[in-house]
């Protein structure tokens, strides 16, 4: 079983950052992509930033410009640097995974919140 443990979210005007980090541990034998989903109140849940094992990177369009994933493949470690934050951008933000113990799987942190307000 993988686990995910995330950190970083909390409070914040307009205009600031946050930088989230989310660490895998378990009985891991490889992660593949490694992301950041969120949910606003009322909406479903969307992918915000994802990070293969290679480096390839892919956001939504709407936070393109102002977050950048990164990860530590040796600390099975993802992170989030969210800049230039908006109202728009208050959610949960769940760290997921695809990693294989035993088999391939999905697995997901248990999510932080990240509230951007004056």
């Known amino acids: 079983q993988v686990q995910l443990v995330e950190s970083g979210g909390g409070l914040v005007q307009p205009g600031g950052s946050l930088r989230l980090s989310c660490a895998a541990s378990?009985?891991?034998?490889?992660?593949?992509?490694m992301g950041w989903y969120r949910q606003a109140p009322g909406k479903q849940r969307e992918l915000a930033a994802l990070i293969t094992n290679r480096g390839s990177t892919n956001y939504a369009d709407s936070v393109k410009g102002r977050f950048t994933i990164s990860r530590d493949n040796a600390k099975n470690t993802v992170y989030l640097q969210m800049n230039s934050l908006r109202p728009e951008d208050t959610a949960a933000y769940y760290c997921y995974c695809y990693a294989f113990d035993s088999h391939w799987s999905n697995y997901w942190g248990q999510g932080t919140q990240v509230t951007v307000s004056s």
């Open positions: 378990g009985n891991i034998f490889s992660i593949n992509d």
